[in-house]
């Protein structure tokens, strides 16, 4: 596609709930990041995969969130037992080159309530 | 400590006058430097990159500056308009690190 796409945009869930949150990169960039914006703050780095590894994973907050990637492709971020404190704006960018820059996505809205 | 700070935190301006946003880092080494403008709802959009050996870069009323040695970076915005309401985010990246260190953003809003 043009763009990085997410889903869903928005997501209310039930404190305790499992949510998967789903990024589309731009065809052709190996590079993919997931980022968590919460209110006030700046962005947070969570997981950075090359293809389809995860070389740093480092910025997983907990044992409750994981992340893959299939086919160099989609990637999906998984968040078990959700807590409120997972409430945040979750972002997704890819790249083709750290040099060529970062493309975003419009970013999943979580609210745990 | 944050390894970017962004200042002022937000500001209000009269449409059609100008602004600077201040962006200091202790990022090291340092790879580049990006200024990002972030709508409301939105994902963050690239406004323009720096290497170390670029001083000034624009891109349309916006024009960034930076200073390797001090380790500062500045954007300035140029006939301020009602669209540049956004929060503007300063992100540098570390030569062979896969992270990039963020600001939390400048927050301008712009009035009539």
């Known amino acids: 596609g043009a763009g990085v796409s997410q889903s869903p945009s928005n997501k209310v869930t039930e404190k305790g709930k499992d949510v998967e949150l789903r990024c589309d990169p731009i065809s052709g960039h190996t590079a993919l990041y997931w980022y968590r914006q919460s209110l006030g703050q700046g962005l947070e780095f969570l997981i950075y995969?090359?293809?389809?590894?995860?070389?740093?994973k480092s910025g997983l907050p907990s044992d409750r969130f994981s992340a893959e990637r299939t086919g160099g492709s989609v990637s999906t971020l998984t968040i078990q037992r959700t807590q409120q404190e997972d409430s945040a704006v979750y972002l997704c960018a890819s790249s083709l080159a750290e040099a060529r820059g970062y493309t975003f996505g419009s970013g999943t809205r979580l609210t745990v309530v | 400590k944050n390894q970017v700070e962004q200042s002022p935190q937000s500001l209000i301006i009269l449409e059609g006058k100008n602004c600077t946003l201040q962006c200091n880092y202790t990022v090291s080494p340092f790879s580049n430097l990006r200024w990002y403008k972030q709508d409301t709802g939105r994902g963050p959009v690239s406004l323009t990159i720096m290497t170390f050996s670029e001083n000034t870069k624009s891109n349309g009323r916006y024009t960034a500056t930076l200073d390797a040695d001090t380790k500062q970076s500045s954007l300035h915005i140029t006939a301020s308009q009602l669209s540049d309401s956004a929060s503007y985010i300063c992100?540098?990246?570390?030569?062979?690190?896969?992270?990039?260190?963020f600001g939390k953003g400048n927050q301008v809003v712009v009035i009539p």
């Open positions: 995969f090359q293809g389809n590894s995860a070389p740093d």
């Open positions: 992100v540098v990246s570390a030569g062979g690190n896969n992270r990039l260190a």
